[in-house]
């Protein structure tokens, strides 16, 4: 008869019940805790991804030839709201619906301003390094703000959950489930 081993047996915590998204929340919430440095992550997460956007549409994608009359649909900003989707989806789907949705609409917003780029504008990938920047500068304030040194270390290691995390927010407000 096999040995009984009930004092290895751990009972379970609260940690081991959530889901892996639910972890990378609680993470982020632990090191980001200051109003202000909240606030400046609802403004700058999403300008970053604006600028991430707008950078890889600028950059030129190669001709397809099977794509025929379709290449001018294609970019490797297509590519990168694909791979968003595609990981937000596997720890939410409700959070990459939204991801998808804010990625639409960001994708507008370059899609206008790459009209404006062949009016005579600033080249997109200024613009977009530019708000890249300015978000970056903004996210390091709010590293500064919470007083956290780990703090700005945690965005840099959760960087593609950051924009999640943001959207978690908003689903809590609407009342989705994610």
């Not at 639910?22 to 200051?34: C, G, P, T």
């Not at 490797?76 to 720890?91: D, E, G, M, P």
């Not at 009016?119 to 530019?130: A, C, E, Q, S, V």
């Amino acid at each position: 008869m096999a040995k009984q081993h009930s004092k290895n047996i751990k009972p379970a915590t609260p940690q081991q019940n959530l889901r892996p998204v639910e972890v990378y929340f609680n993470r982020l919430n632990a090191s980001h805790k200051h109003p202000t440095n909240r606030l400046l992550h609802f403004i700058c997460v999403p300008l970053m991804l604006f600028g991430i956007l707008t950078i890889a549409w600028a950059i030129p994608f190669p001709y397809i030839k099977f794509l025929g009359p379709y290449n001018g649909y294609f970019n490797w900003a297509s590519f990168l709201i694909a791979f968003s989707v595609y990981y937000t989806l596997k720890l939410s789907s409700n959070l990459s619906y939204m991801v998808l949705l804010v990625l639409f609409a960001l994708s507008y917003g370059v899609s206008q301003l790459a009209v404006i780029e062949l009016k005579g504008g600033l080249p997109l990938i200024w613009t977009g390094t530019f708000i890249l920047a300015a978000a970056f500068l903004g996210q390091y304030i709010g590293g500064r703000i919470e007083n956290n040194p780990r703090s700005f270390a945690d965005d840099k290691e959760l960087v593609l959950i950051t924009p999640i995390w943001v959207l978690h927010f908003l689903a809590e407000k609407i009342g989705l489930k994610y």
